[in-house]
């Protein structure tokens, strides 16, 4: 069974930075597309940021400049560097990993929250 762990999250001030981490496991097929959705109280889950297996990135436009995505194909991990943190950041977020026979699999989920 594939299971995906996040960690990293907290509780930081706004222009503080956070390192999210995703850990991948169990047997899948390999991993085509890494990523990173949120989700804010009463907001729909929104994309963040993906990766693919050759290190393509796409950024939502909010994030773009402020975040970093990345992953380590052989040791089925990915990260989400988060550096000027705004208020608008807090959400809860998700790891998000597509297989190469077109599987969705997800995480449960790190709080993030961005406060003075």
């Known amino acids: 069974q594939v299971q995906l762990e996040e960690s990293g999250g907290g509780l930081v001030q706004p222009g503080g930075s956070l390192r999210l981490s995703c850990t991948v496991s169990g047997a899948i097929s390999g991993i085509s597309t890494m990523g990173w959705y949120r989700q804010a109280p009463g907001k729909e889950r929104e994309l963040v940021a993906t990766?693919?297996?050759?290190?393509?990135?796409n950024y939502a436009d909010s994030v773009k400049g402020r975040f970093t995505i990345s992953r380590d194909n052989a040791k089925k991990t990915g990260s989400l560097q988060m550096n000027s943190l705004k208020a608008e950041d807090t959400a809860v977020y998700y790891c998000?990993?597509?297989?190469?026979?077109?599987?969705?699999?997800w995480g449960k989920g790190t709080q993030v929250t961005v406060s003075s």
């Open positions: 990766i693919t297996s050759g290190g393509s990135t």
């Open positions: 998000y990993v597509r297989s190469f026979v077109n599987v969705a699999y």
